[in-house]
C-alpha cells in the first residue's frame, strides 16, 4: 500500500512510531497505531480494518517481538526452550496481559491525544507517558492507546460501522475493496501485491529458524482454545467477519 500510494500525488500519511503528525485529516489515506484517535476527531472518515484470527496474532507477534523485548529478561533467559518462552508469555506474563485483546483495544480506544504533538514530545512529556505504561517496569508497549473502553459491545458496533472490514485469511478481499475506495473517490488504482509482507515474523533460535506456523504446530488442542478464550473479543469479531466472508455478504 505504502509503495503504491508513494507513487501518487495523494497526501498520506503512513507510521509505525510516535509522536504522530498533528494534522491527519487532511490526507487521502492515514495509517497508524494511533486507536480510534483519527475517527474521533474526524466522525465522517471512512474506516477500513482488518482482522487477524487471534491465535496466529498472538503467536506471530511473540515471534516478532521476541529478541527486542525478551532477550536479557530473566524470567525467559531461565527457560530452556522456545516452545516454552512462548507459552509463558501467552499464559503467565502478567507484564503481557494486555495483548489479549490487542485487536479490540485498538477498535474501542484512542491514543493520548499528546502522541499527536510533535513539539516538545520527547523534551517535556514523552519520558513520563512511557512512565505512565510502565514501559521501565517491564510492561508491555501500549502505542498510548487506552484499555477503558475495551468491550465485546463497543468492539462490535465499530467493526460493523467500518466502511471495509476483513480478515487476514481474505486479504485479497480487502485489498480489492481499497483499490475500489481509492477508485472512486481518486480516480486512482492503487498496485498491491498480498505476498509482499513488510514484517517477517520468524525467529532463530539456538540455530533453529522458527515461523509463526511451526510455533502453531507446537502448540497443543488445549493451549489454543486457551488463547481463544484469553481473547474472547477479537476472536469473536474475527469469527463474525469470517462467516460473512464465508457468506460472500460483507
Not at 67 to 94: A, I, W
Not at 192 to 217: A, P
Amino acid at each position: 500500500m505504502r509503495d503504491s500510494l508513494s507513487d501518487t500525488d495523494l497526501k498520506i500519511y503512513i507510521s509505525t512510531h510516535y509522536p504522530n503528525e498533528f494534522n491527519v485529516f487532511d490526507k487521502a489515506y492515514v495509517s497508524g497505531h494511533f486507536g480510534t484517535y483519527p475517527i474521533e476527531k474526524n466522525p465522517s472518515m471512512d474506516v477500513a480494518c482488518l482482522l487477524r484470527n487471534p491465535i496466529d496474532a498472538r503467536v506471530s507477534y511473540f515471534n516478532f517481538i521476541y529478541k527486542d523485548q525478551m532477550v536479557g529478561r530473566p524470567e525467559y533467559d531461565n527457560l530452556n526452550s522456545y516452545l516454552d518462552k512462548l507459552r509463558y508469555y501467552l499464559f503467565n506474563d502478567p507484564n503481557y496481559e494486555l495483548h489479549n485483546n490487542y485487536q479490540a483495544r485498538f477498535i474501542c480506544n484512542a491514543a493520548n491525544e499528546k502522541s499527536f504533538n510533535l513539539k516538545g514530545f520527547h523534551e517535556d512529556y514523552g519520558n513520563q507517558m512511557m512512565k505512565d505504561i510502565g514501559w521501565d517496569r517491564g510492561k508491555a508497549f501500549t502505542w498510548f492507546v487506552g484499555n477503558d473502553n475495551t468491550s465485546l459491545d463497543l468492539a462490535m458496533q465499530n467493526i460493523i460501522s467500518f466502511r471495509i472490514v476483513n480478515t487476514a485469511d481474505r486479504i485479497d478481499l480487502f485489498m480489492e475493496k481499497m483499490n475500489e475506495w481509492f477508485i472512486d473517490n481518486y480516480n486512482q488504482e492503487i498496485k498491491y501485491n498480498i505476498l509482499n509482507k513488510v514484517n517477517n515474523s520468524s525467529t532463530e533460535y539456538n540455530g533453529v529458524v522458527y515461523t509463526t506456523k511451526d510455533l502453531l504446530d507446537l502448540l497443543t488442542e488445549d493451549e489454543k482454545e486457551l488463547i481463544v478464550k484469553n481473547n474472547y473479543i477479537d476472536y469473536a469479531m474475527y469469527s463474525y467477519i469470517s462467516g460473512k466472508e464465508l457468506l460472500g455478504s460483507v
